[in-house]
């Protein structure tokens, strides 16, 4: 068997991404915002039009997303910017959300040591303090150039005149109206019953914003905002302090960063596991070659099924907050590490994964969230990933605010080994902890080729996220897609547990799917939410931009 695998290494040294790809989404000459509502797209490309840069356009994006996709846009919420300046310098910044002080290892757990269901995702003790405002005043600070009144100024306007209501947020609010009624009572105004093309106006959250803007982050951590904020969760049993609020901050980390063959490729360290599990399965399937294999086809899948079964059996294990646990990110990353962990890989049958645990290793060292790609004239990119978890979060809306809570305490190991909501299993590395960051799957990603900026990558999908990235620069770097192509292909995902293939419903070929199932491999028959929704931007061969704005969303990609 190893001589197959051999084989399909050394077939052909060329590759498909030597041919030239011609663009199929919107292309621009200068720059470019691509995000999940038009209207994010639209303020972030403005502020850059105006002489801001790509760090403008990011705090206008993120706060645009806040008013216009509560589903996932937030400012009760955290996240992770991963960036690349024009001179190569690359940097990263985690404002996810931490556990309040007062929580407590066992605090999901019934008096029997088992989890309660429920209590992790829809009670106010689900809800971790939010990082994002800390994070856009971290970004603004450091990198930013306009005044924060220029970018906040669009923000405020649209939530005060109002947002369009897609035919697709209809039915998400559709969807989630009883939880949010039931939580927030019929008064709240997320209880209206909208339709496609009405519009809904913010008035709370500008006012929120008018307030951030006039004193600073410190509004939102320890003035006005803040009280209102603890009260309104006290009130409805939560645990969250004003001390909580008054001690967090944003940090500034070393990005990850791995080659995967002439690419260089950065994204996220822990607490996001994004980085580390895509640098596990890239280095696993590059002795393959891929492009011979074909898009999609069944050895394709089954090489990349493999790397991310093992890749997420690790993450299982060793992955949790660096503050608070100490992660062999070397040794897990090591060429030899993976090449040991990919040495029983058969191509003519499946390893089941009740065959596959974490690695032995020596210590050396949502579903719903929201991705946005920038880069600017000047070559600057920005990759940030942002989430409240859930669609529309805890379902907490505060009214006086004006914005949804997340309900980010589910990312913790509430037991080990059991699953989370998105069927991940954690361990005591990712056990809760006061003042801990719970694990994230968030993956935002900067590929240079040839010492130059290639393409800007991230996707929501809580733990389809890391596999979305994956296909969407396999894609266009392995199987010459554009990249709005790259974006469209139908895609497929495994966690290592449960142990299933999950493709994209109706998108792959019987035949396809029946050899693999022959193969001794599961798959998950059931139709299946979306997997992931890429926002991406590649840098074309004249230095071009073009766009990739997913079509499962109301995605959109804007520029000039």
Avoid at 112 to 135: C, F, H, Q, R
Avoid at 318 to 326: Q, S
Avoid at 475 to 490: F, G, I, R, T
Wanted: aromatic share 8%; hydrophobic share 40%; with cysteine.
């Amino acid at each position: 068997m190893k001589k197959k695998v051999f084989v399909f290494s050394i077939i052909c040294s060329c590759s498909f991404a030597q041919q030239k790809i011609a663009p199929t989404g919107l292309v621009t000459s200068k720059a470019m915002v691509v995000s999940a509502r038009a209207e994010a797209s639209k303020i972030g490309s403005e502020i850059m039009k105006k002489g801001g840069n790509a760090f403008d356009a990011m705090v206008a994006t993120e706060l645009a997303l806040a008013v216009a996709y509560p589903f996932a846009g937030n400012i009760g919420g955290g996240g992770f910017m991963v960036y690349r300046k024009s001179n190569g310098e690359v940097g990263s910044l985690d404002y996810r959300e931490k556990a309040p002080l007062a929580a407590t290892k066992k605090m999901f757990l019934d008096k029997d040591g088992n989890v309660v269901t429920g209590k992790s995702t829809e009670t106010a003790l689900a809800i971790g303090v939010p990082g994002t405002i800390a994070g856009v005043f971290a970004v603004h600070e450091k990198l930013g150039s306009l005044p924060m009144s220029e970018i906040l100024k669009p923000v405020i306007a649209l939530a005060e005149t109002g947002v369009i209501v897609t035919q697709k947020q209809q039915k998400q609010l559709e969807i989630y109206h009883d939880a949010i009624v039931k939580v927030n009572g019929p008064k709240t105004l997320m209880a209206g019953k909208f339709k496609e093309n009405d519009i809904i106006k913010y008035p709370a959250l500008a006012s929120t914003l008018k307030r951030i803007l006039t004193n600073g982050k410190d509004e939102f951590y320890k003035g006005e905002t803040a009280k209102i904020l603890v009260n309104y969760l006290q009130k409805k049993g939560g645990i969250m302090s004003l001390e909580d609020l008054a001690n967090y901050e944003a940090k500034w980390r070393k990005p990850l960063q791995f080659d995967y063959k002439d690419l260089k490729i950065t994204s996220m360290a822990p607490p996001s596991s994004g980085g580390i599990c895509l640098a596990q399965i890239m280095k696993m399937i590059e002795p393959f070659n891929l492009a011979d294999m074909g898009h999609n086809s069944e050895q394709s899948i089954q090489v990349i099924v493999e790397a991310e079964r093992r890749a997420y059996a690790d993450r299982s294990q060793f992955l949790g907050d660096p503050d608070f646990v100490k992660i062999p990110i070397k040794a897990l990353t090591s060429d030899s590490y993976l090449s040991s962990r990919m040495s029983n890989f058969n191509i003519d049958k499946a390893c089941l994964s009740s065959e596959i645990r974490e690695g032995k290793i020596t210590y050396n060292e949502s579903m719903e969230t929201t991705h946005y790609s920038i880069v600017d004239s000047q070559g600057n990119a920005v990759a940030a990933t942002t989430t409240i978890n859930d669609g529309f979060g805890s379902k907490y809306y505060c009214d006086e605010l004006g914005f949804f809570l997340n309900n980010e305490m589910d990312d913790f190991s509430a037991k080990p080994g059991s699953p989370n909501m998105f069927g991940l299993v954690g361990n005591e590395a990712n056990s809760i902890a006061p003042g801990k960051r719970m694990l994230s799957s968030m993956t935002p990603t900067i590929v240079e080729k040839n010492g130059k900026l290639f393409m800007v990558v991230g996707s929501p999908g809580g733990s389809t996220i890391i596999t979305s990235v994956l296909q969407a620069i396999l894609n266009v770097y392995e199987y010459n897609l554009s990249m709005q192509e790259a974006v469209n292909a139908p895609r497929f995902h495994h966690q290592w547990l449960p142990d299933l293939i999950t493709f994209e419903p109706d998108a792959f070929d019987n035949i396809t799917i029946g050899n693999l199932k022959a193969k001794g491999y599961l798959i998950n028959e059931r139709t299946t939410p979306v997997i992931g929704k890429l926002d991406c931007i590649l840098v074309l061969p004249d230095n071009s931009l073009e766009g990739g704005a997913d079509f499962r969303g109301d995605d959109k990609a804007a520029g000039f």
